[in-house]
């Protein structure tokens, strides 16, 4: 009788112990997850990626119209990021010791720029359990349960620039220029990690 009153007591202390473990566990797991919320139309590493490779794309610029006066002219299915395209393109040509005109009839050139992508994309996976939406819970769910999970974003600019008037026609082509920029956020057994070439 002892001994099934031991073996007993041994099969609760089992039990208890495995049950603390799986909660410490469930406890520390849950901690790695984490809310993003994004109040503006693009987040501020979204905004980061993008301006960055704008701004890469631009450097790899070289132009010979110093001391000329240019139109700067962007095309782009992007509307949200064109203003920014365009004034990035007039700092540089400032810089270039270019005279930027506000009207293309007082210009001695038109810089046209025909920018073919400007924006980011990305990619997520995990090893471990996602995230759960909660039955009749609105807007609630599990916490994500990760070992490993990786989350890449990129940010990518292509575009193509012209230089031309309505005299010389065209004076010169630069046929691609090309910006990069990445994010990656990694968590190795519960650990993250952030890897990224923007402020």
């Known amino acids: 009788m002892a001994d099934v009153k031991k073996e007993l007591q041994w099969a609760n202390l089992k039990v208890g112990s495995i049950i603390m473990l799986a909660s410490a566990l469930f406890m520390l797991l849950s901690c790695t997850y984490t809310y993003q919320y994004t109040y503006t139309k693009k987040s501020a590493i979204e905004q980061l990626l993008v301006t960055k490779a704008i701004n890469e794309a631009i450097q790899k610029m070289v132009v010979d119209i110093k001391g000329s006066k240019v139109f700067v002219d962007v095309a782009c299915l992007m509307k949200d990021e064109q203003p920014y395209i365009k004034k990035a393109l007039s700092h540089s040509l400032l810089d270039a010791g270019v005279l930027i005109a506000d009207f293309p009839w007082n210009a001695d050139y038109v810089f046209s720029a025909l920018v073919r992508v400007a ?5 997520q996976s995990l090893i471990g359990v996602p995230s759960i939406p909660i039955p009749f819970a609105y807007g609630m769910a599990t916490p994500a349960l990760s070992v490993y999970s990786q989350m890449n974003q990129q940010g990518r ?6 230089i031309y ?3 010389e026609g ?4 630069i046929q691609s220029l090309k910006g ?4 990656r956020k990694y968590v190795i057994l519960f650990v993250p990690y952030t890897e990224k070439d923007i402020p």
Do not use: C, H, I, R
């Open 119 to 123: 924006g980011t994309d990305g990619d």
């Open 157 to 162: 600019v292509e575009m193509e620039v012209m």
């Open 165 to 167: 008037s309505e005299k």
């Open 170 to 173: 065209l004076k010169e082509k």
């Open 180 to 183: 990069d920029s990445y994010y």
